[in-house]
């Protein structure tokens, strides 16, 4: 075989995996947004979260709402962005409610929707809310971010997730609003996170930090598998975001390559990682897999990460293609899970389909389609 035949041979396989992922993505949209039947009776009881429906404003929507803009990025299919513009006029005609960490996430794609197509449509609500975090949100000691739920305020603690949820935001209005102030607190806020929750053993992140713990500031010290895939989509999508290679880039830089070869180091034989990543006896868990494989696959293609881990990638794939049934759902997903004290706290939370497991399946295998193009 000729250099011409192999290379013919790599694209038509390249195009029936494209195929198949597209497939795949195709199953998992038609499930997120299908719109469950106990909807309107949460409403009225003012269950603003629904563990499956898309129809809310909220964290888990909010990373369904990205995946999807992802997918008209990458597809230029109309379709999808015409679901993203109308979901967010059914949002805003019903109402929005209270402002907390999680649910600055749905302003992700409302901004970067702005940025990309050169509107001014909801520069107001964009403003209202990058001053809600910039005057109003709790701050911990050292000028964090206080993880302020709908449940809790969580006075003077740092949660792995919060860079995703508003950190992500926060920079994309900076671009939009033009103000710097905002990308370089951004910049502080990952600096300041990585200060408490990298465990300096592995390059991995724990899931907490509390500032008035008694010698327990991180609580149970756990290398949680999802918070892993929070911090990993973050800051890959930050050193996008940020553009100059300032000595906070390089920080972030390579702490985020320092995750990837533990990352590595911590796939399981199947592709996936488990929910504690240093714990055999914890279980595979779906999320935290597509955390990992959507943040390995886009840094290889920014050029933040080499070809060393596009196998450990590809191998998340594959293991995430395996467990999308042909209705859409996806296996092996924990349910939301909170800080624990100890590990058992992690390997106790029940598997459940949650909304965020297909969005963030979504998210990877988008991605897997962006590096096939």
Known sequence: ??????????????????DAIYQKLEQLFNEIITVRTDDAALKKLKVIASDLSIENWDWSQGVGIYGIWRLYQVTGEQRYLDYVLA??????????????????APMLTLTTMGIAQETREHQALIEEY?????????????????????????????????????????????????RPS?????????????????????????????????????????????????????????LEM??????????????????????????????MWRTLLNQPDSYLEASGTAGFTYALLKGIRLGLLDERYHDAAWKGV???????SPQGEVADVSAGTSVGHDLDHYRNIAIKQRAYGQSLTMLALTEALAGLK
């Not at 000729?2 to 038509?12: C, E, K, Q, R, Y």
């Not at 979901?87 to 600055?104: C, D, F, T, V």
């Not at 991995?204 to 290398?223: R, S, V």
């Not at 594959?318 to 999308?324: C, G, T, V």
Request: net charge negative.
């Open 182 to 238: 905002y990308l370089d607190e951004v910049s502080y806020q990952f600096l300041l996170h990585i200060k408490y929750l990298i465990d300096r053993d592995t390059g991995l992140w724990m899931h907490g930090w509390n500032f008035t713990g008694n010698g327990n500031g991180n609580y149970g010290k756990a290398l949680w598998g999802r918070g892993n895939g929070w911090a990993a989509i973050s800051t890959v999508d930050f």
């Open 318 to 324: 594959d293991a995430l293609l395996s467990r999308i």
């Open 130 to 178: 990058a001053h809600w975090i910039e005057h109003e949100l709790l701050r911990t000691q050292e000028n964090g971010f206080t993880h302020c739920t709908s449940d809790h305020l969580n006075e003077e603690q740092l949660w792995v997730d919060t860079l995703f949820m508003s950190g992500l935001f926060y920079a994309r209005a900076s671009a939009y609003l033009n």
């Open 87 to 104: 979901w967010y006029q059914r949002r805003l005609a019903e109402g929005l409610p209270e402002k907390n960490i999680n649910r600055m």
């Open 1 to 18: 075989m000729n250099a011409f035949d192999t290379a013919h041979t790599d694209t038509a396989a390249d195009t029936r995996r494209y």
């Open 242 to 271: 940020l553009g100059r290679q300032d000595a906070s880039y390089q920080m972030i830089l390579n702490t985020f390559r320092r995750q990837a070869d533990a990352a590595v180091r911590y796939q399981d034989a199947s592709g």
